[in-house]
Every structure is written in structure tokens, then in C-alpha cells.
């Protein structure tokens, strides 16, 4: 059974960081694409970043330069590093997996999803 388990989200001031952090089990993670959306009120779910199962990173062009995703294969464990984060960063940061190596920016494409965390950029 998978699991995906987001945490790191908070409050934080226009410029400043957070690192997120997506807990998973019961996946290879050679096997499979793993990749962060967000989501903000009344908006529909968008791609951030994704990590396949060769390591190969992708970013969706507001995270690139500024936000960086990577995973430790032996702790199961997928990180977003977020720096220089604007009120426009603000939604539900969600963790998600493909059980295909290869990568997708298309959510409806990954079929296990966490919970989500909540980050809030303030002006």
C-alpha cells in the first residue's frame, strides 16, 4: 500500500525559504516518477517539479531557479527546497507518484497522492 506524507509547509515572509519534505512507502523509487504540485483556492491543480526514475529533475517555469526537488532513494524521502518564495507561492503544496520512471507535468497522470501542506507567502 502507498503512502505519501507531506510536512514543511508554514508562514513565511515574501523572500524568505521552506523545505518540504514528502515521507513515501511502498514504492521503488527507481521505479517511479515523483513530482510536487500546488494547489491555491478556486484555481486548478499545477505542476512544480518532478524527479524520474534516473534522478533527472523537471521544473515548470515559476519554480525554475528558485526552487529545487530531490529525493534519498534509501530513506524514501522527496524534498522541494523553495527559495525566494512570493505571496504568488501560496496553495497546497502536495507530494505525488507515477508508477512509471518517466516523467509527467499532467496530474492526471500520477496515480498516489499525500495529503498536501499548506505554505503562505506573505507581502
Known amino acids: 500500500q502507498v503512502h505519501l506524507v507531506e510536512s514543511g509547509g508554514g508562514l513565511v515572509q515574501t523572500g524568505g525559504s521552506l523545505r518540504l519534505s514528502c515521507a513515501a512507502s511502498?514504492?521503488?523509487?527507481?521505479?517511479?516518477?515523483m513530482g510536487w504540485f500546488r494547489q491555491a483556492p478556486g484555481k486548478e491543480r499545477q505542476f512544480v517539479a518532478v524527479?524520474?526514475?534516473?534522478?533527472?529533475?523537471f521544473y515548470a517555469n515559476h519554480a525554475k531557479d528558485r526552487f529545487t526537488i530531490s529525493r534519498d532513494k534509501m530513506k524514501n524521502i522527496l524534498w522541494l527546497q523553495m527559495n525566494s518564495l512570493k505571496p504568488d507561492d501560496t496553495a497546497v503544496y502536495l507530494c505525488?507518484?507515477?508508477?512509471?520512471?518517466?516523467?509527467?507535468?499532467?496530474?492526471?497522470?500520477?496515480?498516489?497522492w499525500g495529503q498536501g501542506t499548506q505554505v503562505t507567502v506573505s507581502s
Open positions: 505525488a507518484a507515477r508508477p512509471i520512471a518517466y516523467y509527467s507535468p499532467t496530474p492526471e497522470r500520477y496515480n498516489y
Open positions: 511502498g514504492l521503488a523509487f527507481d521505479r517511479i516518477a
Open positions: 524527479i524520474d526514475g534516473s534522478g533527472t529533475t
